[in-house]
């Protein structure tokens, strides 16, 4: 997930909660207003230290008050509209889904593109998967056997384990509790409001 807010303030990042404040994922600010003003969802926002709810028509209104003026609008020709950082479904209960498929994409976003041996990062073209205990002396096709590496390691490391091969992994591969892009994404203190809701998320993932 990129952060390309600096082209188009629509291309922000907008958090998704459920009915019940539950973090579902991250859509565009074009999406969140397509579900604003369909009246799918309302707008989370913080006021004087507590959370508020605001359905479009009182957003537009809330927009217009000054205290916003750092923040990023769109523009309509007789309007300016905040762009939310988080917006919750009026309806719809779906819970987020507590566990990362298991793929070579998301082993590699688990990775962040870097090869677990070497330590440096790559473009997808120069990647592979390990077996760290090679499938052929009875290592498993799991989260914890499993690194990301370059074509490089992978053929130096060949069928033995890594000790054999005098090669260290960077850290011990683990399946993932949480969703790194996202992350990510929380270091922007453009997004500090969505740490209230993914605390919530990350608590509920470790139990
Ligand atoms: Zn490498």
Redesign the pocket.
């Known amino acids: 997930m990129e952060d390309k807010t600096n082209l188009n303030p629509l291309n922000s990042n907008v958090l998704l909660l459920n009915k019940y404040y539950i973090a579902l994922r991250v859509i565009s600010a074009r999406r969140a207003f397509l579900f604003l003003a369909k009246d799918y969802a309302e707008v989370i926002n913080k006021n004087n230290g507590r959370f508020e709810g605001y359905r479009f028509y009182h957003w537009i209104k809330e927009s217009g008050n000054d205290g916003y003026l750092d923040d990023e609008y769109i523009h309509t020709p007789t309007l300016r509209i905040l762009v939310p950082r988080v917006i919750r479904l009026l309806e719809y209960d779906k819970m987020p889904r507590r566990e990362w498929k298991f793929n070579r994409k998301n082993i590699m976003i688990r990775d962040n593109y870097q ?1 677990q ?2 330590g ?1 990062k790559y473009s997808l073209g120069f990647l592979t998967i390990d077996h760290i205990i090679p499938r052929s002396r009875g290592g498993t096709t799991s989260w914890v056997n499993v690194v990301t ?2 074509t ?2 992978n053929t130096k490391k060949g069928g033995r384990l890594p000790q054999e091969a005098g090669m260290n992994l960077i850290k011990k591969p683990q399946a993932p509790k949480f969703d790194h892009s996202l992350m990510r994404l929380l270091i922007n203190p453009k997004y500090s409001i969505w740490k209230e809701f993914i605390k919530d998320i990350s608590t509920k993932l470790s139990t």
């Open positions: 090869c041996y070497c440096k590496s370059c490089k390691c």
